[in-house]
């Protein structure tokens, strides 16, 4: 193997001085992995929140607002050169349905980005079984388009949700309705409205999506049951609703909506602000934090090269008389912390793989996991390394350009 | 045609610390090729800071220098740092090998800087040397590992495996019995004689001033006697 000399002299240093360069390869190992492991469990811990909460939005929804700030017509004409002296204004009668769903919905399915949409109407019902009655919410949906949407199949714990296509009367209930009610599958069930309607209904399916307000609330009929619920016609839609394949386009999505439709639309991310802020937060800490470790690393680095090229004084002398540039002695000098620097970064990135896969067997039951949320995704891991290795170099820079300065007159005449 | 191969023009050198000092006053002096100078004075007679001057390690001077006619004052620092590792040799009183390397290897590296020759080439050149020296059986034992005496024919070697016009020895034999004394002059005499090779030595030792070409006698920073 033909090396050039400075590389050479640089590994010569390295392993003659094994320990010193495996504490300095150990400091960016453990940077490297602790960045890999925590913004895994960050990333996983993330995706799973957004799973969860897109687990009952949609991307975006495009309902019909109810609107009570209406200006009196005097107002409105004359502006504010009139007082209105109307006290205690009442808002008109509205339905809050959409008007020409099925156009507006045929529109949003003919989108390609668009991967499920349904028409959606909800009505507040009791469901009753014998003496027992408990309140929530029926929702009349295409259950095909609700199941790409949000995965109801993987939510079922009894039942198929293509019964609610094939029986008349059937529906869907989560899991704490079943449980309260003392109801299981293919059991009957009397649903009635606030409009007076009450329907038999055949339980055809029980799911629990893990967020208790929902299951304990939550059931799927057909559109028409509900319609029938509410003493509707058959055009009687309060939602639309849609799935893209980005779900960061949804705020595009809803200002073309709301332009298209002059209805109000809603995107997931501005229905959960909060989730939004949490990830942001979460990232912010744990920016914070892998820095603080990959400076600490980097310290390391940048001590033990320092001490290296201290002890190393009269050799930089000795190649300098001996027609080393300056440039060579830091090019032998960075050679070193590379060296360091990539087999800690490997070093790091195997450990931090091992690190989140033990972690990722931790066994919890909390809020429908079993195990740790984490991510796997490799993207993390090229990071880790990334920023391992630079780190090591920028440390590894300030010495390597010291030693250039070495002046080999004063260290041989001592 | 010229013989000379080193030049000095009224070098002049201070020292600012700890106050400002003469240390170099005006020398201008020539030596020829193949010549075997000795540089002898008292201690703070200047005569180690002057062969740092002419070494091209120490820059900070006033006057000029010139080696095998090439002019050297004002050059930049890498471009002098190539220069050496063409053309001067070094022999230190401490032999400063790098103690982690082999004998071999340390005689090898300058040759691997210079890129003269293939790596192969260099290998066998620089036993060569140790042979010469009569260290080649210590060639793969690490420097640090050797005898005083041993180090310092390392170091010859060292200074010798480019070929250079010049070999510069700041007391060579300061640190050696008088035996390993014995050797290296012969050493020494040996380069110039019958390699024609010009060696500029500082020294303390009397005996060792005896045995070369010409013996240049600082005081004050002035010579005394050439």
């Known amino acids: ?414 | 045609m010229d013989n000379t191969v080193l030049r000095a023009n009224s070098i002049n050198k201070y020292f600012y610390q700890p106050e400002p000092f003469h240390v170099i006053k005006d020398i201008s002096m020539e030596i020829n090729k193949g010549e075997f100078v000795s540089l002898i004075g008292k201690s703070g007679s200047g005569k180690t800071t002057f062969l740092y001057v002419l070494s091209t390690l120490d820059t900070d001077y006033q006057g000029s220098l010139e080696i095998n006619h090439k002019t050297l004052t004002g050059k930049q620092i890498d471009e002098l740092a190539q220069f050496r590792n063409e053309h001067i040799g070094f022999v230190f009183q401490f032999h400063y090998l790098l103690p982690e390397f082999s004998s071999i290897k340390n005689v090898m590296i300058p040759a691997q800087k210079l890129k003269r020759y293939s790596v192969g080439e260099i290998e066998e050149r620089a036993y060569q040397k140790l042979k010469m020296l009569d260290v080649h059986e210590q060639a793969l034992k690490p420097a640090g590992k050797l005898s005083g005496g041993q180090q310092q024919r390392v170091a010859i070697a060292r200074a010798l495996i480019n070929d250079p016009t010049v070999i510069m020895a700041d007391e060579p034999t300061g640190n050696l019995d008088s035996r390993n004394t014995g050797e290296v002059i012969e050493v020494f005499k040996h380069i110039s004689k019958d390699l024609n090779q010009t060696i500029i030595a500082v020294t303390h030792d009397k005996d060792f001033a005896k045995n070369t070409d010409r013996i240049i006698e600082m005081s004050d920073g002035v010579i005394l006697k050439k």
Request: charged residues 15%; glycine residues 8%.
């Open chain 1, 1 to 414: 193997m033909k090396l050039k000399i400075n590389t050479e002299i640089a590994l010569t240093h390295i392993t003659s001085r094994m320990k010193q360069s495996i504490v300095a390869a150990l400091g960016v190992t453990f940077g490297i992995s602790m960045y890999i492991f925590v913004n895994s469990i960050l990333s996983g811990t993330n995706d799973y929140f957004e799973k969860t909460t897109l687990s009952n939005i949609p991307h975006v929804r495009i309902y019909n607002d109810l609107n009570s700030d209406s200006v009196s017509v005097s107002q409105e004409y004359f502006g504010d050169q009139v007082v209105s002296a109307v006290s205690s204004q009442k808002p008109l009668s509205t339905t809050n349905n959409i008007r020409n769903p099925w156009y507006i919905l045929n529109l949003v399915k003919r989108d390609p980005e668009v991967t499920a949409a349904t028409a959606q109407v909800t009505s507040n019902v009791f469901y009753n079984n014998g003496s027992v009655q408990i309140n929530g919410s029926a929702f009349g949906v295409n259950i095909l388009e609700e199941d790409k949407m949000f995965d109801l199949k993987s939510m079922m714990q009894a039942g198929r949700i293509e019964d609610l296509l094939k029986i008349n009367n059937g529906i869907l209930i989560g899991s704490g309705i079943a449980s309260k009610l003392n109801i299981k599958l293919n059991d009957n069930l009397y649903v009635a409205s606030a409009q007076g309607v009450t329907k038999l209904m055949k339980v055809v399916g029980i799911f629990q999506t893990s967020i208790s307000n929902v299951d304990n609330t939550k059931s799927y009929a057909s559109i028409s049951n509900v319609q029938q619920l509410l003493m509707e016609d058959g055009s009687y839609i309060t939602d639309i609703k849609f799935n893209l394949k980005d779900k960061d386009l949804a705020p595009e999505y809803v200002n073309k909506y709301i332009h298209l439709t002059g209805y109000s639309a809603e995107a997931w991310s501005s229905a959960n602000q909060t989730v939004g802020a949490g990830m942001v937060i979460r990232n912010f800490i744990a920016q914070a934090m892998l820095i603080t470790i990959l400076v600490v690393a980097g310290f390391g680095i940048y001590n033990i090269l320092n001490m290296t090229i201290h002890e190393k004084m009269k050799d930089i002398a000795i190649l300098k008389a001996n027609g080393f540039a300056g440039n060579d002695i830091t090019n032998i000098f960075i050679t070193e912390a590379t060296l360091i620097g990539l087999s800690g970064g490997v070093a790091g990135v195997i450990l931090g793989y091992v690190i989140s896969y033990l972690a990722a067997q931790i066994p919890i039951k909390l809020a429908g996991l079993n195990t740790l949320p984490i991510d796997f995704t490799p993207s993390n891991y090229i990071l880790g390394f990334l920023f391992g290795t630079v780190t090591t170099l920028l440390a590894g820079y300030l010495p390597a350009k010291k030693a250039a300065t070495v002046d080999p007159v004063q260290i041989i005449r001592g």
